[in-house]
């Protein structure tokens, strides 16, 4: 066995994605109405003064058709009737914050997800949109995303988009093989992309993201190839190649396939290795994990100049806080604070109609969860992190290069005085040394697996 395969099979064990830390499973201090809004104010008192604002994530579930790799919050229907209510009740949520905190909200960013958002109508985006802007500020800098269905989206959808202000779009490949595509629910040809991306940059976006995912069943060296080949000739300014994550007890979905049909630890990480030596011969730059950009996308500049950031929605070029969530499932994050709304859609529209911030659950973080949070997040944008900053060290850090060890006689990190720094042939164990950080991890191991393995 060689070195390589032999580390794979060593620390390839479930661990957490770290959008977040605490992670969700850990969340124990949900916080109350009062302390949410607060905690909201206070960033966006700080934020407002830097002429930033807040940013808002808006969750839209509904999809056409189920894919059977996916682990988002969906509801799938075929009744498009159902969205013109959603997006009311969306809009009073909005309307909830701005009363509580009794003042307009700056706003500077505004991301669509899903779901599928293009199954709102265009009017229905308009709609929307104009609802949010009218009850906000909007800073110097705007920047507005959504993700989107290739098979679902129209002209019409980006025509209308672009006059709202969105000049970011991130398409859902996953992959180019018809056979991957046909066994996960989600057959697209290069064809009908092309279409799509040649559309948007002829409207006028400037930026256009392809998720891909590796790990997929009956994924093979030969089919990401071909991939790859196809996103090359494409040309998106950026791309997230995720690991697939195998969740099937969260996720039934994921039971029409059995791990028989996934690559295995060795194959799966060859099958990145592949894809990504492929993209940096043409040019993309790999940022944090699983992220590549051009070096005319904003997100290499980012990384270039340490200002990358990451959240629930994976790596943006600068942090913005707060973070509002709205929608079913919809997480928010003003730092010290998260909170997730009610993840059924009926609950949810029921309180936000009973006049109540539909809070789920969440978590006030204790200073030891501020301090590693930052930690985690260093490691997780820049690739190292020190604690001899003053307020930066916790008793938790005392033993960290003792539980680092292993993975520092391996040659996966290396510490410089109070800097950990993650190597180049670390950088596919970035989770496993991100755990060795997680205190809440570390006093509670789950009894039963919760998370997809790191590699």
Same mark, same amino acid.
């Given at each position: 066995?060689?070195?390589?395969?032999?580390?794979?099979?060593?620390?390839?064990?479930?661990?957490?994605?770290?959008?977040? /830390?605490?992670?969700?499973?850990?969340?124990?201090?949900?916080?109350?109405?009062?302390?949410? #809004?607060?905690?909201?104010?206070?960033?966006?008192?700080?934020?407002?003064?830097?002429? %930033?604002?807040?940013?808002? /994530? #808006?969750?839209?579930?509904?999809?056409?058709?189920?894919?059977?790799?996916?682990?988002?919050?969906?509801?799938?229907?075929?009744?498009?009737?159902?969205?013109?209510?959603?997006?009311?009740?969306?809009?009073?949520?909005?309307? =909830?914050?701005?009363?509580?905190?009794?003042? *307009? #909200?700056?706003?500077?960013?505004?991301?669509?997800?899903?779901?599928? +958002?293009?199954?709102?109508?265009?009017?229905?985006?308009?709609? =929307?949109?104009?609802? #949010?802007? $009218?009850?906000?500020?909007?800073?110097?800098?705007?920047?507005?995303?959504?993700?989107?269905?290739?098979? &679902?989206?129209?002209?019409?959808?980006?025509?209308?988009?672009?006059? =709202?202000?969105?000049?970011?779009?991130?398409?859902?490949?996953?992959?180019?093989?018809?056979?991957?595509?046909? %066994?996960?629910?989600?057959?697209?040809?290069?064809?009908?992309?092309?279409? $799509?991306?040649?559309?948007?940059?002829?409207?006028?976006?400037?930026?256009?993201?392809?998720?891909?995912?590796?790990?997929?069943?009956?994924?093979?060296?030969?089919?990401?190839?071909?991939?790859?080949?196809?996103?090359?000739?494409?040309?998106?300014?950026? %791309?997230?190649?995720?690991?697939?994550?195998?969740?099937?007890? $969260?996720?039934?979905?994921?039971?029409?396939?059995?791990?028989?049909?996934? +690559?295995?630890?060795?194959? *799966?990480?060859?099958?990145?290795?592949?894809?990504?030596?492929?993209?940096?011969?043409?040019? /993309?730059?790999?940022?944090?994990?699983?992220?590549?950009?051009?070096?005319?996308?904003?997100?290499?500049?980012?990384?270039?100049?340490?200002?990358?950031?990451?959240?629930?929605?994976? /790596?943006?070029? *600068?942090?913005?806080? +707060?973070? $509002?969530?709205?929608?079913?499932?919809?997480?928010?994050?003003?730092?010290?604070?998260?909170?997730?709304?009610?993840?059924? %859609?009926?609950?949810?529209?029921?309180?936000?109609?009973?006049?109540?911030?539909?809070?789920?659950?969440?978590?006030?973080?204790?200073?030891?969860?501020?301090?590693?949070?930052?930690?985690?997040?260093?490691?997780?944008?820049?690739?190292?992190?020190?604690?001899?900053?003053?307020?930066?060290?916790?008793?938790? =850090?005392?033993?960290?290069?003792?539980?680092?060890?292993?993975?520092?006689?391996?040659?996966? &990190?290396?510490?410089?005085?109070?800097?950990?720094?993650?190597?180049?042939?670390?950088?596919?164990?970035?989770?496993?040394?991100?755990?060795?950080?997680?205190?809440?991890?570390?006093?509670?191991?789950?009894?039963?697996?919760?998370?997809?393995?790191?590699?």
């Amino acid at each position: 066995m060689n070195s390589s395969s032999f580390l794979l099979k060593k620390y390839n064990v479930p661990g957490p994605r770290y959008t977040s /830390y605490p992670t969700v499973p850990y969340w124990s201090d949900t916080p109350t109405e009062i302390q949410w #809004i607060n905690s909201i104010s206070k960033a966006l008192d700080e934020s407002e003064q830097q002429g %930033i604002g807040a940013a808002l /994530y #808006i969750h839209i579930p509904f999809c056409e058709s189920l894919c059977t790799y996916c682990g988002c919050n969906t509801r799938i229907t075929r009744n498009h009737n159902v969205s013109g209510s959603y997006v009311t009740t969306l809009l009073k949520e909005w309307a =909830l914050y701005v009363s509580r905190l009794n003042r *307009k #909200i700056t706003v500077s960013e505004i991301h669509l997800g899903g779901g599928t +958002p293009t199954f709102l109508t265009p009017e229905e985006l308009a709609l =929307l949109v104009r609802g #949010i802007l $009218i009850l906000a500020n909007t800073s110097n800098v705007i920047d507005f995303s959504i993700e989107a269905d290739p098979r &679902v989206t129209k002209p019409q959808h980006l025509q209308k988009l672009y006059e =709202l202000g969105f000049k970011r779009l991130s398409l859902g490949i996953q992959d180019f093989d018809l056979a991957v595509q046909e %066994i996960v629910r989600r057959v697209q040809s290069e064809e009908l992309v092309q279409k $799509i991306t040649t559309q948007a940059r002829s409207i006028g976006f400037n930026s256009i993201n392809y998720d891909l995912i590796y790990g997929l069943p009956l994924q093979t060296l030969n089919s990401i190839e071909k991939t790859i080949q196809a996103v090359r000739r494409l040309r998106p300014d950026r %791309i997230a190649f995720y690991a697939y994550a195998h969740v099937p007890w $969260i996720k039934p979905g994921q039971r029409r396939f059995t791990e028989a049909d996934l +690559p295995s630890g060795d194959e *799966k990480r060859a099958l990145y290795e592949l894809g990504r030596k492929m993209l940096e011969q043409d040019g /993309y730059h790999e940022i944090g994990m699983d992220h590549f950009a051009l070096e005319t996308d904003g997100l290499w500049e980012a990384a270039r100049t340490q200002k990358l950031h990451r959240n629930f929605m994976g /790596y943006t070029t *600068k942090q913005v806080a +707060p973070l $509002i969530g709205l929608g079913v499932s919809a997480i928010g994050d003003a730092w010290s604070v998260f909170s997730q709304n009610e993840k059924l %859609i009926e609950t949810y529209q029921a309180r936000v109609e009973k006049g109540e911030i539909p809070i789920f659950r969440g978590h006030v973080l204790s200073h030891e969860d501020e301090v590693l949070r930052r930690h985690i997040l260093n490691l997780m944008t820049r690739l190292e992190t020190n604690w001899a900053l003053e307020g930066e060290f916790i008793d938790h =850090l005392q033993t960290i290069q003792e539980r680092l060890s292993e993975l520092e006689s391996d040659g996966l &990190v290396q510490f410089e005085g109070k800097v950990c720094r993650v190597t180049e042939k670390g950088r596919p164990f970035l989770r496993n040394v991100c755990m060795a950080f997680d205190a809440r991890l570390i006093a509670r191991a789950p009894t039963t697996q919760i998370f997809s393995k790191t590699i």
